[in-house]
């Protein structure tokens, strides 16, 4: 009686573990198979969805580091637990680890890529990378008893797959964040020939264009993370001048011409703390001369066939001076609150911090905005650094109120009746570098008083009577 009851223990024990085993493989199954209908279930259609989506979503560049760690560690413990049988064990347990965090990283990739409308070939590779690695861990999990009982031979060539998936994966997730020339960009020209890539920046126009040598290399530099081949966010590419006409979803982003009306323009020129600010997700701000050459290059047309722009430079190139402080203005937060929550002329700050500055902004009604209006400015005078006077109805006297700035950086005068006459009054601002006069009356007797200005280094000059009666340079 009682070797019979032994002999149906390891009977009854051979039955359940049968039975677990087919549980397991089938529950494998059917997580792999909800993993590749995943993209047709829930489809990337280049549409922004639910704020909690991306709220999650935005978890996943943080988890995913945590199958990475993981996966890295596997091998080492599996090699090493060849002496050491105890770090078998503990491989058992970072294996299914493994498995749970890459399941859970996947799922907030594609929620952040679902919720925000994002979509691109890397992206959906990225995609696929996730769901084939996840696959290949579980399969890796289910077939690692028999390969350390020596049953099979299985688990060390599919942990090999898993793991060249994991760098596949990593890689096109790097090209999302960084572009897809990241690694690539600065590789030397034997490299690149060694690996059959092509010679750099191909890809970019070969003319003396002022689009071709200041623009496209702006863009590339600060925009094609989201903006490129790889990534479109909001449907807008801008590695190319058809791209970059064509516009996004939200329309064209250049208006030529215009930069008022220009998107592109009014997103990178956003104050810092902005939501809608671009270059975004805390990547650096566009420089001042970049943003300069952006706004000359549309207020001459954005031809991507003219080598030269309404640029009047000194041909001296002076010294740069660093910028001062302009003390602290938190005595007028208030002030200014109300005035960014109304409609009208504002202050915005330049940064979070208050020594930087404020920028005195009139888009939002121009027409009504003179030199009356810019007068009752002054209190602010001590901490304003630029000046959008774009398209409003000021006149030169404005030079009087403008020279009482002592920290004024930048003008935009484009667009308005000014001729020039008493711009001299901006003599003695030891901070001016930047005057964009296009679209005005500037006469060619201001643009000498102009050039005598001697920290100025931008003076645009577009479509004026002085521009007519002189030689403009290209911009610096």
């Not at 089938?26 to 993209?39: F, Q, Y």
């Not at 030397?188 to 890539?197: C, D, E, I």
Request: proline fraction near 7%.
């Amino acid at each position: 009686m009682t070797s019979t009851k032994n002999a149906q223990k390891p009977a009854g024990r051979s039955i359940r573990s049968f039975t677990a085993r087919r549980s397991q493989w089938a529950g494998v199954l059917l997580t792999s198979a909800g993993l590749i209908a995943l993209p047709e279930i829930l489809k990337l259609d280049g549409k922004p969805h639910a704020d909690w989506q991306q709220f999650l979503g935005r978890l996943h560049p943080l988890a995913v580091h945590v199958p990475i760690g993981l996966l890295v560690l596997l091998p080492v413990l599996e090699i090493a637990g060849a002496r050491k049988p105890a770090l078998r064990e503990a491989a058992e347990l970072v294996l299914g680890l493994a498995c749970v965090a890459c399941l859970g990283s996947m799922v907030l990739g594609y929620l952040l890529a679902f919720g925000s409308g994002e979509t691109g070939p890397i992206l959906s590779r990225h995609l696929w990378g996730g769901i084939a690695l996840s696959i290949g861990l579980m399969v890796c999990f289910l077939v690692r008893p028999a390969w350390s009982k020596g049953a099979s031979t299985l688990y060390p060539a599919i942990l090999c797959g898993a793991l060249f998936a994991l760098i596949w994966t990593a890689h096109q997730g790097g090209s999302i964040t960084h572009g897809e020339s990241y690694l690539t960009a600065y590789m030397p020209p034997r490299m690149r020939a060694f690996f059959g890539l092509s010679p750099a920046n191909t890809g970019r126009t070969n003319t003396g264009s002022f689009y071709a040598k200041r623009i496209q290399p702006i863009l590339d530099a600060n925009c094609l993370a989201c903006h490129g081949p790889s990534k479109s966010q909001g449907g807008l590419r801008l590695d190319s001048y058809e791209e970059l006409i064509q516009g996004g979803k939200d329309g064209p982003v250049i208006v030529s011409r215009d930069f008022t009306h220009s998107l592109l323009l009014q997103r990178i020129t956003l104050p810092v703390d902005n939501a809608r600010v671009m270059p975004a997700e805390g990547r650096p701000l566009l420089k001042a001369e970049e943003i300069a050459a952006l706004r000359a290059w549309v207020e001459a047309g954005a031809s991507p066939q003219a080598e030269t722009v309404a640029v009047v430079a000194d041909s001296k190139q002076p010294e740069e001076a660093p910028l001062q402080p302009v003390g602290d203005y938190s005595a007028f937060t208030s002030e200014l609150a109300v005035m960014r929550a109304s409609q009208g002329p504002k202050l915005l700050a330049v940064s979070g911090k208050p020594s930087d500055g404020l920028i005195l902004n009139t888009a939002d009604a121009p027409d009504g905005f003179d030199d009356a209006a810019l007068a009752r400015f002054g209190k602010f005078a001590p901490y304003i650094v630029e000046v959008d006077l774009a398209r409003t109805a000021v006149t030169d006297k404005s030079f009087e109120t403008l020279s009482a700035f002592p920290n004024l950086r930048v003008v935009h005068l484009e667009g308005t009746q000014v001729s020039g006459t008493g711009v001299e009054k901006l003599g003695h601002l030891s901070q001016l570098s930047y005057i964009n006069l296009s679209e005005t009356k500037l006469s060619p007797a201001a643009l000498a008083s102009l050039r005598s200005l001697k920290t100025l280094k931008h003076l645009y000059i577009f479509d004026t009577p002085a521009e007519r009666v002189s030689n403009p340079a290209s911009s610096r």
